[in-house]
Structures are given as C-alpha cells and as structure tokens.
C-alpha cells in the first residue's frame, strides 16, 4: 500500500521481503511476475520486494539432494532487463554493499543469493585483491595480470565455495606461471551500470571472448557473463556432466561439482596452456564469417 500524499509520483509505505532455499526460488517465480508487471504499468508507485534465494548452489546438500539449486536459481533471470538486480556475494562483507548498492538502483525487485558454508575471509590487501566495497560495482578484481608476463585469458568466478577455493590456489597459479586475470562476477545489473572505463579495464569485449567462467550454479545459468561457445566449453560449473548433483557434505558435493581446489587448478592450466587453440577457433569463426 502506498501511503504518499500523491501516490502517482513517489511511493511511501513498506518494502517486501521474501526468502526460500535457492532451489525452491521457483516457488516465488509467479508473485514476483505479478508484482513485477505491477510496477512497470500501474500508474500508482510501489515499492521494492527483496527476494532473497538463500542457501544456494550445491554447499547445500548436505541437508537433502532436493535441497540445492544449480538450476532453479535461475528463475530469478527471468524478467525483463532493467526490472531485476541480481547480486552474488561470495563472503559477508560484500553483502550489504551490494545490497545498498542495489536497493538504490530503479529496479523494483532485488533477487540476493546466498550460500551457507563458512570460508576464510582472505586478506585482500596480501593478495593485491580488491576491497569488499568494490562489489558495489557488480564485478572487481580477484587477481590482475602479472606485468611482464604473455597473458593467458580472463576467469570470471562467481559463488561461495567457487570463490573461496580459486583463492586457495592463488599461489599456486604464479608458481606454474599462469597468468591470468581474475574477476569475481557479483552482479552482471550493477556492472552494467559502471562507466565504460571501468567495465573496459575488468572485462573489455577482447576480455571476453578470452576468457572462461567458474560456478557454482549451471553453466546456462552465467549466461550474462559466458559470451562465445569456446568460452562455456572451457567453464567449470556444477553441471559438467549435464547431471543433477547428489547429496553428501559439502566437500563431497562440490568434488563431484568437479569445483574443487584441484579441479579447479586443472581446469585454469588447461584454459591457460590452451589459449593459441581457443582463440584460433574463434578467429576461424571470424574469418569464415567474413569470407562468405
């Protein structure tokens, strides 16, 4: 209800919030429609609903295999552009960052995922990381190219046990000489609302089509972020096998996810070492394209 004295130009009154297991996101999919097409073609203003998918991804299933969401998460997608902010944490410090940074934007639906395990928080400054207040932006960086060295492609990495076991194997990707970028993908709304400079520097178009992405969701799911086939062949996602995920602890889960800290390296040295061939199928794209 809106209480405003002219409720035709602003909006007074409470905001919603609602939150379900990620899995069962999809439960919520029909009022959030309804509410949705309420606030692009009522003439009276509304508020804002958070809707919050908690205990996301495959750390979850440990309560129950129908219990986590790799999938079903992705029913928040689905809206029109500009009527959703979605935001992915990975730790709790980025949280209300990006929560303050969403709730401003026009969008009248906030969709927050969340997933439950406890993970060290890393010492950003050490790692040349950037700061948690740089998730306000939508994406920032994990780790820059090392000055000097040939580069070896772009990873965008998004979730809570994704993120934290790619920072485990930092010093282990110097020390076979992998040289790439990093970026941690928060919110693919609010980075397109940064500058061009900006967006150019974390992931510039070439960036893009160099590049590969690690989840903990479905790889059709980081759909904003996976730009050319080449690019989601060589991505690292819970659905590598195009199979459910089953129950277990979360370290069972996500070593069948194939996310683990030694999958993980695997897959980078594979993407790394590979790059003359990944970017040579694309330039044939191109070049076949151009030649009809």
């Known amino acids: 209800m809106n209480l405003a004295a002219d409720p035709f130009t602003e909006f007074n009154g409470f905001w919603g919030a609602c939150s379900t ?11 959030m429609r309804l509410f949705s097409q309420l606030a692009q073609d009522c003439e009276l203003r509304v ?38 902010i979605d935001v992915h944490p990975w730790e709790y410090n980025e949280v209300p960052v990006v929560l303050g940074a969403a709730l401003r934007q026009k969008a009248p639906i906030v969709a927050l995922h969340l997933t439950r395990p406890n993970v060290d928080i890393p010492d950003r400054a050490a790692l040349g990381m950037d700061s948690h207040f740089a998730a306000a ?17 772009t990873i965008f990495v998004q979730g809570t046990s994704t993120t934290a076991n790619l920072v485990k194997i930092l010093p282990q990707l110097d020390e076979r000489g992998l040289n790439v970028k990093i970026v ?24 893009r089509v160099d590049a590969m992405v690690i989840s903990n969701r479905a790889r059709r799911v980081m759909r904003d972020w996976i730009d050319h086939p080449v690019v989601a062949e060589y991505s690292l996602t819970s659905d590598w096998d195009d199979r459910w995920r089953t129950g277990g602890t979360v370290d069972e889960v996500i070593a069948e996810a194939h996310l683990s800290p030694q999958h993980l390296l695997a897959g980078i040295e594979r993407f790394a070492k590979e ?18």
């Open 184 to 207: 941690a993908a928060i919110s693919p709304q609010l980075f397109a609302l940064q500058d061009q400079r900006y967006r150019d520097e974390i992931a510039s178009a070439a960036d």
């Open 137 to 153: 932006r939508g994406a920032y960086f994990i780790r820059r190219y090392r000055a000097g060295r040939p580069r070896m492609g």
């Open 275 to 292: 790059r003359p061939q990944r970017l040579g199928r694309v330039r044939d794209a191109v070049d076949a394209a151009l030649s009809d």
């Open 21 to 31: 297991y990620g899995a069962f996101s999809y439960l919520k999919y029909g009022e």
């Open 47 to 84: 508020g804002k609903v958070l809707w919050v998918a908690g205990h996301s991804g495959p750390e979850t299933a440990e309560d129950s295999r129908t219990h986590f969401g790799i999938f079903e998460t992705g029913v928040t997608q689905l809206f029109p552009d500009g009527a959703v």
